[in-house]
């Protein structure tokens, strides 16, 4: 498998994580992220050597969705 196809295919499994509502299922969204972002050689990383996008990432306050979490 390609690595493009490896990056998209994460990036759908993480869309169907992000629409859980079963705490393991959520919980797998941050070995999805890590591998993206965090691993040796992010997968991130190795895609954007192919495109050379220009990216920026934005941060949350995650307050709301942690208090919601804890109520489960």
Known sequence: MDITTLFLKTL???ELYL???????????AALLRKLFLDGSPLF?????????????SIIDATEFVE?????
Do not use: G, S
């Open 68 to 72: 919601k979490a804890r109520k489960r």
């Open 19 to 29: 629409e859980a509502t079963d705490p393991y299922d959520i919980l797998m969204i």
């Open 12 to 14: 759908d499994d993480m």
């Open 45 to 57: 990383d190795q895609v954007n050597k192919i495109y050379k996008i220009k990216h920026t990432f």
